[in-house]
Every structure is written in structure tokens, then in C-alpha cells.
């Protein structure tokens, strides 16, 4: 009630308690680890970006990082300068403490605000700093983020200079999280290919890149490329890219050795400059950005005195005051580097004349499909939308998210699965959009295709990406599919037609696969929804001896009141992603393509029989 709105109402929290309270505030949300950005990388990462500011200046060419998937425990161990010794403690645990504020000692760092390794340490069940620097010693240990002991001497080996910081994130206040590996490899990956001849040890294995972003390019653009890439690089910026006949575009951006996986203001500028660049090469042509752009896989990296970051994840580089002068740095260097290899330029501008003529052909079936979708309904008859959608132009003041962020669209099979949800969801912020059975395969297929495809162009104007993913209309884009043989396939064949032609998306971390429960267990006084194996026996132990188990075939099987629960704010959803170590575009044809005969032979071969059944 208002009256109880009291002096005794106002708190003032130490900083560990107020780390440990709002962890969202300093390393992002805590998620369960399933994406790039949850919490328990970024823990990670605000330790790692420490000794990587060693390597930028000059100190410390080894950095050996242990992790530990099943608890999360990290350990990080650099050859840089060390901690100074008599600053060790305040340097992991007093807020707005660090040696980044001194422009001289550390010059293009990405860490500036002294926050980064006290929020890790506020956030670990314990956490271990031990700095050498000169044949002497200084260490300290806490425990939630409270100091219990320190010590300092002299080294009894001949220990490197360097730091070691050893931690494990506490789940008392981080909850469920799987570390996965995946992540934390393309993670250190990043940083490997940012800072050329930085060697990474990560479990015993070593990340090295000789060629920096080159060797980025070489190993995402595979052997697509339609020309050798462009590669600028100057004292404080490089710049690489080239193109392939993937649909849309690919970018990787970078602040003083910070993958900024959200790209920001080096980004767009980027953009900017090649368009104009472009057009002054050729100035007898005027070439369109989306042509110049589609196929465009590319890496930016600046190196900037006092980065500003959007949030402490650092994952956006926002400082429009510069924008204008990146820009012209930028088009004078790519304008340049295409009048050294006019050759290359040349494929290059016969790519994006190429583009354009498919453009032209393309505007002409996306209007005989619209006046034919016009001519036939008024709106999309598959879909029920939300009242709510996803704005990325406009932030929620209180998030500092999109607005819309919470919207998400169900894609599911058929009229049953797709009435129940239509009747369970929350009209406000989730939307179902109806699948005619199987949908087409894509793999192989033009994107013209797709609009002569009266399901997927439905789909494509549901979702408004016909143009620009910067229209798309819903946060999460979910398959909601049953999970039998036919509901895996049309996930495939979903992933697929996302994969080929809206990749980003699933980069960006837009696209989901929603778990519902595959058994219900019950006796006469409790039941459970179980989504495994292991989940369904736990529920018969808890039943005791009476219990009935029900397997469920199919989403229509639950009714709209059960179905409320599995898509609340307990929802299990699995994240489709794209890992870096694999060869999408091969992967894709080896499961999607025609090749029949090579796919059963791999069914067969790999199939494991229980000895038991027999």
C-alpha cells in the first residue's frame, strides 16, 4: 500500500550486494548459456579482455584459459605486466578501481569503467588473483565477492610475470546454466583473429592466427569468394571483405580487440564509406547499396582512445560524434585499395551489376505475388497475430532494449497444434502463423522462389523481412513443431529456408525451437509434464507405484489450459544457431540436397542399436 512507503523503504546496498542483486545491471542477463551473450561469457570475457589489453600493448604474447563445461570454473593466466602488487585487491573488488583511467598505461583499451572483474568476482562462489612481477608475489581469495584471505612474497620458482585470476561462477545467484563449448571456442576464436600472433591456450589447445581478419574472411567466405579480399589496414583501423553468392550479408566488427557482435557506429560507417567509395570509382554508375551490400561477408576493427560502449557487455560501439569522420577515413582507404587491384574491382563491380539485374527480375515477381496475394485476401489467413510488435528503431527506457523485444511468432504444423496454441498464447506479445503440412524445400532454390511460394512469401510479409531484416516485426521467431519424424523434418526444412536466405537472423539469436513435454505422469494427487527420458523417471519415483504415464505424439494433444504453461515465462525454448567451425553452406547440402543415396549409407552407418531390445 502507498502508506507503507516509509523512510525504512529506502536501501542502501554495498556494492558486492548490489552486483549480487541486480547482476543484470553490470554483465548482461543471467540466461541459462544456451546464447553467445549470456552472463556466464561475459564473465569470462571481462577477465580475458584484461590480458588481451596486455597483448595491445605489447606485454604478454601467451594467454592460457582452462574451463571447466560442467561447473563453469575459468581460469585465465597471461604473461602481461602483472596486477601492480600493492593494488591486487582493490583492483578485483573496489568498484570504479583499475589502471585504465591512465591513458599511458593502457592506450586503445576496451575495459574502462573498473567494473568488469569485480562484477565476475561479486558473482563467483569463489574467486582466486595471484599477480607476479619481478620474482615477487601478490594473491588474494574471495568468496562472494568478500576478501577471506591475502598474502604476498617472494616467487620459489622462476614464475613469469603475468596475472592469474581462477573463479566459478556461484549459482546461487546465476541459477541453471550448461557452459557450452561451442561458445567459448568461437569466443576465443574472435579474439585470436582481432589480434594477429596472439596465442590462446584453450584447454590444452592452441587458437593462433598469423593473419589476423584475413584469416576470419578465408575461414567464414570458405571457398566462395568471387575475388581476393580487399584487406586495408592502417595504424588505428582495418578493414577486409569480399563476397560470395550467399544471400544477404555477413559482417564481424571490432572495438580495440571487442568482438561488438552488435555492431554500432565503426559499422555503419563501414557501410557508408564502400557505398561511396564505390560510386566515385565508377562515377559512370551508380551502384545501390543493397546491391553493393547482398553477398557481402566483411571485418571492421578500430582502435580508438576511450571507446563508448552501449551497456557494460560492450557488444555495441555507439559514438555518432565520429561517424562522419570514420566515414571519409574509411572511403578514402577502400577507394584507394580497389585503384591497387583493378582487376579484383572489376569482379567485384560485375558481382553488384550481376545483383542488380536479379534485383530487377526479382521486383518484378514480388509484385505479381503481391497484386496475387491482394487479388485473393486481405491479410495473411495463416496467421493470428499479436497486439504487440518488435520496433528495433525505438528503445524502452527502462530496458534499454527494443521495444517489442518480448513479441515472439509460433510457427507451427497445421490447424490442431496451431488452434490449441492460438487459444493458450497471450494475444499482447505472441502471434501464431499456420504451416500448410510440409513446406517447400528451399535448399537450392532461388529467392525468386520464395515469392511465387504462396506459404513462404505469407511468411516473409508476416514477418516483414521482405526488404530489410530492420523491419522484422517480432523478437523471437519460434518452431513450434511436434516432435516426431514429421515435426523434425519440418524444423529442418524451417532451418534450412531461414539459413539460406535470412541467416542473420539466426546470428542475431532471433530463432528458437520451443520443448514441450513428450510425457505426463500422474497418480491421484500429482501430475508432471516431463521433456525427457530422465525427467519422466524422476516423475515415477515421485508418484510412487500408482502412477499412469501418458506419451504425447502431438501438440494438438494438449489442451489450451496445459498448453498455457509451456509457453509462459517457464518456457524451454533451443536456440538455432550457427556454430563457426562448420561449413554451413556443405552441411546444408549434405542433408537438404539430392544426395540421396550418400545420406542413407550415413543413416545406416551411424546408427546405434540397444543390444537389450533384441
Known amino acids: 500500500m502507498a502508506n507503507d512507503y516509509a523512510d525504512s523503504s529506502i536501501k542502501t546496498l554495498d556494492p ?3 552486483i549480487r542483486t541486480r547482476p543484470g545491471m553490470y554483465v548482461g542477463e543471467p540466461g541459462t548459456g544456451a546464447m553467445y551473450h549470456d552472463c556466464i561469457y561475459i564473465l569470462m570475457k571481462e577477465v580475458i579482455d584484461n590480458s588481451i589489453d596486455e597483448f595491445v600493448m605489447g606485454a604478454g604474447k601467451r594467454i592460457e584459459v582452462t574451463v571447466n563445461y560442467d561447473t563453469g570454473e575459468t581460469s585465465v593466466r597471461d604473461y602481461g605486466r602483472g596486477i601492480p602488487l600493492g593494488k591486487v585487491v582493490d583492483c578485483v573488488s573496489q568498484m570504479n578501481t583499475g589502471g585504465k583511467f591512465d591513458s599511458d598505461s593502457f592506450q586503445f583499451s576496451a575495459g574502462m569503467n573498473g567494473v568488469g572483474t569485480k562484477a565476475v568476482n561479486a558473482l563467483s562462489e569463489f574467486f582466486e588473483v595471484r599477480s607476479y612481477r619481478d620474482g615477487e608475489f601478490s594473491e588474494a581469495y574471495f568468496e562472494e565477492g568478500r576478501l577471506k584471505s591475502q598474502k604476498r612474497g617472494k616467487t620459489k620458482t622462476s614464475e613469469r610475470t603475468g596475472t592469474f585470476i581462477r573463479y566459478k561462477p556461484d549459482v ?8 557450452r563449448e561451442e561458445h567459448v571456442v568461437r569466443r576465443m576464436r574472435m ?6 600472433g596472439l596465442s590462446i591456450t584453450l584447454n590444452g589447445q592452441e587458437i593462433l592466427s598469423q593473419h589476423g581478419l584475413a584469416d576470419l574472411i578465408a575461414d567464414e567466405a570458405q571457398f566462395e569468394k568471387l575475388y581476393q579480399p580487399f584487406h586495408i589496414k592502417t595504424k588505428n583501423l582495418e578493414i577486409i571483405f569480399t563476397h560470395t553468392n550467399r544471400f544477404g550479408e555477413e559482417y564481424y566488427s571490432f572495438v580495440n580487440g571487442q568482438y561488438t557482435t552488435d555492431g554500432g557506429t565503426h559499422l555503419t560507417a563501414f557501410k557508408e564509406a564502400l557505398t561511396k567509395a564505390l560510386n566515385e570509382y565508377d562515377p559512370k554508375k551508380k551502384f545501390d547499396g543493397d546491391d553493393i551490400r547482398d553477398g557481402l561477408i566483411g571485418a571492421v576493427s578500430i582502435r580508438i ?5 552501449e551497456g557494460q557487455t560492450k557488444i555495441k560501439f555507439v559514438m555518432n560524434d565520429i561517424r562522419a569522420e570514420l566515414v571519409q577515413q574509411m572511403k578514402k582507404e577502400i577507394e584507394t585499395a580497389l585503384h591497387r587491384s583493378p582487376a579484383e574491382a572489376d569482379k567485384l563491380i560485375s558481382k553488384i551489376e550481376e545483383t542488380g539485374k536479379i534485383r530487377s527480375q526479382l521486383n518484378t515477381i514480388k509484385k505479381q505475388a503481391r497484386e496475387r496475394s491482394q487479388a485473393t485476401q486481405v491479410r495473411v489467413k495463416q496467421l493470428k497475430d499479436s497486439k504487440n510488435h518488435l520496433k528495433l528503431d525505438k528503445l524502452n527506457k527502462k530496458t534499454g532494449k527494443a521495444e517489442g523485444e518480448e513479441t515472439m511468432i509460433f510457427l507451427t504444423e497445421g490447424q490442431s497444434a496451431g488452434g490449441t496454441l492460438g487459444n493458450a498464447r497471450d494475444a499482447m506479445n505472441q502471434a501464431v502463423f499456420f504451416l500448410r503440412g510440409k513446406p517447400l524445400n528451399t535448399f537450392g532454390v532461388g529467392k525468386e522462389v520464395l515469392y511465387k511460394n504462396e506459404e513462404f512469401f505469407n511468411l516473409i510479409k508476416t514477418l516483414d523481412i521482405e526488404d530489410t531484416l530492420e523491419h522484422l516485426r517480432y523478437g523471437k521467431i519460434i518452431f513450434a513443431t511436434d516432435a516426431d519424424v514429421d ?41 508432471y509434464y516431463c521433456f525427457s527420458e ?11 507405484k500408482l502412477f499412469e504415464t501418458t506419451r504425447f505424439k502431438g501438440l494438438g494433444e494438449l489442451n489450451a489450459k496445459e498448453f498455457k504453461d509451456f509457453i509462459g515465462e517457464d518456457m ?19 542433408y537438404m540436397g539430392s544426395n540421396t543415396p550418400e545420406r542413407k549409407d550415413y543413416i545406416m552407418d551411424s546408427l546405434v542399436c540397444d543390444s537389450s531390445e533384441f
Request: glycine share 4%; charged share 30%.
Open 487 to 527: 515435426g523434425l523434418h519440418i524444423r529442418m526444412l524451417l532451418t534450412t529456408f531461414f539459413m539460406r536466405f535470412y541467416r542473420q537472423l539466426i546470428l542475431d539469436g532471433r530463432v528458437f525451437i520451443l520443448e514441450t513435454p513428450l510425457f505426463r505422469v500422474r497418480n491421484k494427487k500429482e501430475q
Open 534 to 544: 530422465a525427467e519422466k523417471l524422476a516423475a515415477e519415483k515421485k508418484c510412487g
Open 572 to 590: 524451454r525454448l533451443t536456440p538455432v544457431t550457427c556454430a563457426d567451425d562448420i561449413d554451413v553452406e556443405k552441411t546444408i547440402k549434405f
Open 191 to 196: 579474439y585470436a583473429y582481432v589480434n594477429a
Open 172 to 179: 546461487k545467484v546465476l541459477k541453471n546454466f550448461k557452459v
Open 305 to 309: 582512445m576511450n571507446p563508448v560502449f
Open 16 to 18: 558486492v550486494t548490489h
